[in-house]
Protein backbone atom coordinates (compact mmCIF):
# COMPACT_ATOMS: atom_id res chain seq x y z
CA UNK A 1 0.00 0.00 0.00
CA UNK A 2 1.60 3.28 -0.98
CA UNK A 3 1.93 5.56 2.09
CA UNK A 4 1.13 9.58 1.04
CA UNK A 5 1.25 12.71 4.18
CA UNK A 6 -1.19 15.63 3.39
CA UNK A 7 -0.78 18.60 5.38
CA UNK A 8 -4.61 20.22 5.82
CA UNK A 9 -4.20 24.14 5.90
CA UNK A 10 -7.52 25.09 7.52
CA UNK A 11 -9.36 26.72 10.25
CA UNK A 12 -12.45 25.17 11.86
CA UNK A 13 -14.56 28.00 11.25
CA UNK A 14 -13.96 27.83 7.52
CA UNK A 15 -16.75 26.35 5.80
CA UNK A 16 -15.13 25.38 3.04
CA UNK A 17 -12.36 23.45 4.79
CA UNK A 18 -15.11 21.06 6.14
CA UNK A 19 -16.57 21.10 2.64
CA UNK A 20 -13.20 20.47 1.61
CA UNK A 21 -12.48 17.79 4.35
CA UNK A 22 -15.55 15.63 2.72
CA UNK A 23 -14.74 15.82 -0.88
CA UNK A 24 -11.10 14.69 0.22
CA UNK A 25 -12.07 11.70 1.93
CA UNK A 26 -14.29 11.09 -1.40
CA UNK A 27 -10.87 11.26 -3.33
CA UNK A 28 -9.09 9.28 -1.35
CA UNK A 29 -11.83 6.20 -1.87
CA UNK A 30 -11.24 6.63 -6.11
CA UNK A 31 -7.22 6.12 -5.26
CA UNK A 32 -7.52 2.22 -3.88
CA UNK A 33 -4.23 1.43 -2.16
CA UNK A 34 -3.28 4.91 -1.18
CA UNK A 35 -2.67 5.24 2.99
CA UNK A 36 -3.03 8.51 3.62
CA UNK A 37 -1.06 10.15 6.89
CA UNK A 38 -3.14 13.47 7.53
CA UNK A 39 -1.92 16.49 9.30
CA UNK A 40 -3.80 19.56 10.26
CA UNK A 41 -2.09 22.73 10.57
CA UNK A 42 -3.48 25.69 12.04
CA UNK A 43 -4.75 28.95 9.98
CA UNK A 44 -6.81 31.84 11.97
CA UNK A 45 -8.96 32.90 9.72
CA UNK A 46 -9.29 36.08 12.13
CA UNK A 47 -5.98 36.43 13.79
CA UNK A 48 -7.24 39.10 16.05
CA UNK A 49 -10.76 37.99 16.70
CA UNK A 50 -11.24 38.84 20.73
CA UNK A 51 -10.88 35.99 22.69
CA UNK A 52 -14.88 35.51 24.01
CA UNK A 53 -15.22 36.08 20.12
CA UNK A 54 -17.71 38.53 18.32
CA UNK A 55 -21.58 38.50 17.71
CA UNK A 56 -21.71 36.19 14.27
CA UNK A 57 -24.23 39.04 12.90
CA UNK A 58 -21.96 41.82 13.55
CA UNK A 59 -18.93 39.84 11.77
CA UNK A 60 -20.49 39.09 9.15
CA UNK A 61 -22.12 42.66 8.14
CA UNK A 62 -18.73 44.32 9.27
CA UNK A 63 -16.91 41.40 6.55
CA UNK A 64 -19.53 41.53 3.50
CA UNK A 65 -20.48 44.95 3.57
CA UNK A 66 -24.52 43.69 4.85
CA UNK A 67 -26.80 40.73 6.07
CA UNK A 68 -28.26 40.20 3.29
CA UNK A 69 -25.07 39.57 1.36
CA UNK A 70 -23.69 37.53 4.28
CA UNK A 71 -26.94 35.54 4.08
CA UNK A 72 -26.65 34.68 0.33
CA UNK A 73 -22.96 33.36 0.92
CA UNK A 74 -24.60 31.40 3.62
CA UNK A 75 -27.20 30.44 1.38
CA UNK A 76 -24.13 29.23 -1.65
CA UNK A 77 -22.42 27.31 0.99
CA UNK A 78 -24.93 25.56 2.64
CA UNK A 79 -25.80 24.31 -1.14
CA UNK A 80 -22.40 22.93 -1.69
CA UNK A 81 -22.64 21.38 2.00
CA UNK A 82 -25.80 19.76 0.98
CA UNK A 83 -24.05 17.81 -1.59
CA UNK A 84 -21.29 16.58 0.92
CA UNK A 85 -24.04 15.58 3.20
CA UNK A 86 -23.46 18.32 5.79
CA UNK A 87 -26.42 20.40 7.17
CA UNK A 88 -25.18 23.72 7.97
CA UNK A 89 -26.90 25.23 11.00
CA UNK A 90 -26.16 29.23 9.83
CA UNK A 91 -29.19 30.65 11.04
CA UNK A 92 -28.62 29.03 14.03
CA UNK A 93 -24.93 30.13 14.77
CA UNK A 94 -24.75 33.33 18.01
CA UNK A 95 -21.19 34.00 17.93
CA UNK A 96 -17.94 34.23 15.49
CA UNK A 97 -15.12 32.32 17.94
CA UNK A 98 -11.53 32.56 18.67
CA UNK A 99 -10.44 29.73 17.15
CA UNK A 100 -7.23 29.45 18.75
CA UNK A 101 -8.04 26.86 21.49
CA UNK A 102 -9.27 24.52 18.94
CA UNK A 103 -5.79 24.85 16.75
CA UNK A 104 -4.42 23.64 20.14
CA UNK A 105 -6.78 21.23 21.03
CA UNK A 106 -5.71 19.72 17.20
CA UNK A 107 -1.99 20.11 17.65
CA UNK A 108 -2.21 18.05 21.12
CA UNK A 109 -4.72 15.10 19.86
CA UNK A 110 -1.67 15.19 16.77
CA UNK A 111 0.91 14.63 18.98
CA UNK A 112 -0.79 12.23 20.76
CA UNK A 113 -1.68 10.19 17.69
CA UNK A 114 2.64 10.41 16.75
CA UNK A 115 3.34 8.96 20.23
CA UNK A 116 1.15 5.81 18.99
CA UNK A 117 2.42 4.54 15.53
CA UNK A 118 -0.82 2.44 15.74
CA UNK A 119 -3.13 5.47 15.57
CA UNK A 120 -1.42 7.55 13.86
CA UNK A 121 -3.71 7.55 10.47
CA UNK A 122 -6.84 7.42 11.99
CA UNK A 123 -6.22 8.31 15.31
CA UNK A 124 -7.45 11.34 17.87
CA UNK A 125 -6.19 14.53 15.39
CA UNK A 126 -8.71 13.61 12.77
CA UNK A 127 -11.38 12.80 15.14
CA UNK A 128 -11.26 16.13 16.69
CA UNK A 129 -11.38 17.96 13.63
CA UNK A 130 -14.23 16.10 12.55
CA UNK A 131 -15.82 16.65 16.01
CA UNK A 132 -15.05 20.53 16.19
CA UNK A 133 -16.36 21.04 12.79
CA UNK A 134 -19.69 18.95 13.28
CA UNK A 135 -19.91 21.11 16.69
CA UNK A 136 -19.70 24.69 15.05
CA UNK A 137 -21.51 24.03 11.82
CA UNK A 138 -24.24 21.70 12.42
CA UNK A 139 -24.22 22.00 15.82
CA UNK A 140 -24.28 26.06 16.34
CA UNK A 141 -21.97 25.47 19.63
CA UNK A 142 -19.14 28.46 20.57
CA UNK A 143 -15.85 26.29 19.24
CA UNK A 144 -14.34 28.93 20.96
CA UNK A 145 -15.54 28.04 24.67
CA UNK A 146 -13.33 25.91 26.76
CA UNK A 147 -16.19 23.48 28.11
CA UNK A 148 -17.23 22.76 24.54
CA UNK A 149 -13.35 21.78 23.85
CA UNK A 150 -12.77 19.95 26.78
CA UNK A 151 -16.07 17.76 25.83
CA UNK A 152 -14.60 17.63 22.71
CA UNK A 153 -10.96 16.23 23.88
CA UNK A 154 -12.92 14.09 26.50
CA UNK A 155 -14.54 12.12 23.63
CA UNK A 156 -11.69 11.89 21.11
CA UNK A 157 -9.70 10.36 23.84
CA UNK A 158 -7.01 13.13 23.95
CA UNK A 159 -5.06 13.08 27.24
CA UNK A 160 -3.80 16.09 28.75
CA UNK A 161 -6.21 18.41 27.69
CA UNK A 162 -5.80 21.60 28.32
CA UNK A 163 -2.45 21.13 30.96
CA UNK A 164 -0.48 20.03 27.89
CA UNK A 165 -1.84 22.71 25.14
CA UNK A 166 1.01 24.01 23.29
CA UNK A 167 0.50 27.96 22.69
CA UNK A 168 4.02 28.94 21.44
CA UNK A 169 4.26 25.86 19.19
CA UNK A 170 1.19 26.21 17.40
CA UNK A 171 1.66 30.12 16.88
CA UNK A 172 5.11 29.35 15.28
CA UNK A 173 3.56 27.07 13.35
CA UNK A 174 0.85 29.18 12.17
CA UNK A 175 3.29 32.16 11.08
CA UNK A 176 5.16 29.61 9.45
CA UNK A 177 2.36 28.79 7.37
CA UNK A 178 2.02 32.77 7.05
CA UNK A 179 5.32 32.51 5.61
CA UNK A 180 4.72 29.95 2.89
CA UNK A 181 2.60 32.88 1.55
CA UNK A 182 -0.18 30.54 2.18
CA UNK A 183 -3.50 33.35 2.49
CA UNK A 184 -6.63 30.84 2.30
CA UNK A 185 -8.31 27.87 3.09
CA UNK A 186 -8.18 25.02 2.61
CA UNK A 187 -4.77 24.50 1.40
CA UNK A 188 -3.90 20.63 0.80
CA UNK A 189 0.07 20.04 0.44
CA UNK A 190 0.52 16.40 -0.77
CA UNK A 191 4.18 14.76 0.12
CA UNK A 192 5.44 18.27 0.98
CA UNK A 193 5.58 19.18 -2.58
CA UNK A 194 2.53 20.13 -4.30
CA UNK A 195 0.05 22.32 -2.58
CA UNK A 196 -3.22 23.48 -3.91
CA UNK A 197 -6.02 25.74 -2.77
CA UNK A 198 -9.81 25.87 -2.53
CA UNK A 199 -12.26 22.99 -1.92
CA UNK A 200 -11.82 20.94 -5.20
CA UNK A 201 -14.28 18.23 -6.21
CA UNK A 202 -13.32 14.58 -5.29
CA UNK A 203 -12.20 13.96 -8.89
CA UNK A 204 -9.69 16.86 -9.31
CA UNK A 205 -8.01 15.95 -5.94
CA UNK A 206 -8.33 12.38 -6.54
CA UNK A 207 -6.05 12.88 -9.79
CA UNK A 208 -3.63 15.35 -8.06
CA UNK A 209 -2.77 12.35 -5.78
CA UNK A 210 -2.72 10.06 -8.58
CA UNK A 211 -0.04 12.23 -10.34
CA UNK A 212 1.85 12.92 -6.89
CA UNK A 213 1.95 9.19 -6.41
CA UNK A 214 3.53 9.12 -9.42
CA UNK A 215 6.15 11.23 -9.05
CA UNK A 216 6.81 9.08 -4.94
CA UNK A 217 7.36 6.33 -7.14
CA UNK A 218 9.85 7.55 -9.40
CA UNK A 219 11.88 9.73 -7.21
CA UNK A 220 10.86 12.83 -8.91
Known amino acids: MAALKIDIVSDVICPWCYIGKRRLEKALALVPGVAAEIRWLPFQLNPDMPAGGVPRAEYRKAKFGSLERAKGLDARVAS ?30 QRQDAEDPAERRQGAGNAVVDKLFRAYFEEARDVGDEAVLA ?70
Open 80 to 109: EGRGEGIAFAFDRMGRTPNTVRAHQLIELA
Open 151 to 220: EIAAACGVRRWPGEADAAGVAALEERMRGLGIAAVPTFIFAGTRGVSGAYPPQTLAALIREVLGEVEAGV
